[in-house]
């Protein structure tokens, strides 16, 4: 079982930046990759970024690229997406999540073992 917890969310102008952390516990950290997904309201759930179990690979939504980064810290068992020129088009519950397999399949996939209980980020225009 993992348990993952998100922060960082928040209100923040187009153009601002923010990070959020998500922090797991329960069991090895480095054997899950872990991706970050966001639903606005009305919308469904889609990928936003995802890394493999040491951070060697990593995967962006289109909609991010460029924009937003993903990046991991095994010691503290603590995964980031650091977001910046954000737009008001980001505005949603951002979640985190963990699974034992690749990262890049959380680019077609939202069938994953773990979630977290979502942060939400609203970006003013």
């Known amino acids: 079982q993992v348990q993952l917890v998100e922060s960082g969310g928040g209100l923040v102008q187009a153009g601002g930046s923010l990070r959020l952390s998500c922090a797991a516990s329960?069991?090895?950290?480095?054997?899950?990759?872990m991706g970050w997904f966001r639903q606005a309201p009305g919308k469904e759930r889609e990928f936003v970024a995802s890394?493999?179990?040491?951070?060697?690979?990593?995967y962006y939504a289109d909609s991010v690229k460029g924009r937003f980064t993903i990046s991991r810290d095994n010691d503290k068992s603590t995964v980031y997406l650091q977001m910046s020129s954000l737009k008001p088009e980001d505005t949603a519950v951002y979640y985190c999540?963990?699974?034992?397999?690749?990262?890049?399949?959380?680019?077609?996939?939202?069938?994953?073992?773990?979630w977290g209980q979502g942060t939400q980020v609203t970006v003013s225009a």
């Open positions: 999540a963990a699974d034992p397999r690749a990262a890049h399949t959380m680019r077609i996939t939202t069938s994953l073992d773990y």
């Open positions: 329960g069991s090895t950290f480095s054997s899950y990759s």
């Open positions: 890394c493999s179990r040491y951070g060697g690979s990593t």
